[in-house]
Nanobody, 127 residues
Framework: EVKHVETGGGIVQTGGAMRHSCLTSGFTFDDYAIGWFSQAPGKEREAVSCITSADNSTIYKDSVKGLFNISRDNAKNTVTAYLQMNSLKIEDTAVYYC??????????????????WGQGTQVTVSS
């Protein structure tokens, strides 16, 4: 059984930084993607940043390019994914979820492709 346990989240001032981690256990897949998604109140969940196992390629939402960084560490049957968030803005306020799926897809940002999800952590950026 795949499980995600997220740490991070909290309250930060505008321009501040925050780091999330997502410990994934039960991984037995050779090909997978791990992503960070945000969901603001009244809005749909959307991809913030994703990383693939095949070639370690990354993708970022336009508004966070150059500000956020996704990375991962592999160990036997576990993967820890990180999201470093810098220069945070009020509009970054949301619940952040770690998600994953096994396999390969041409578009790794589609929420409905992800099979496994973490519990979500609230990020609040204050002025």
């Amino acid at each position: 059984e795949v499980k995600h346990v997220e740490t991070g989240g909290g309250i930060v001032q505008t321009g501040g930084a925050m780091r999330h981690s997502c410990l994934t256990s039960g991984f037995t897949f050779d090909d997978y993607a791990i992503g960070w998604f945000s969901q603001a109140p009244g809005k749909e969940r959307e991809a913030v940043s994703c990383i693939t196992s095949a070639d370690n390629s990354t993708i970022y939402k336009d508004s966070v390019k150059g500000l956020f960084n996704i990375s991962r560490d592999n160990a036997k049957n576990t993967v820890t994914a990180y999201l470093q968030m810098n220069s945070l803005k009020i509009e970054d306020t949301a619940v952040y979820y770690c998600g994953s799926y096994s396999g390969t897809y041409s578009d790794v940002t589609r929420v409905y492709d992800y099979d496994y999800w973490g519990q979500g952590t609230q990020v609040t950026v204050s002025s």
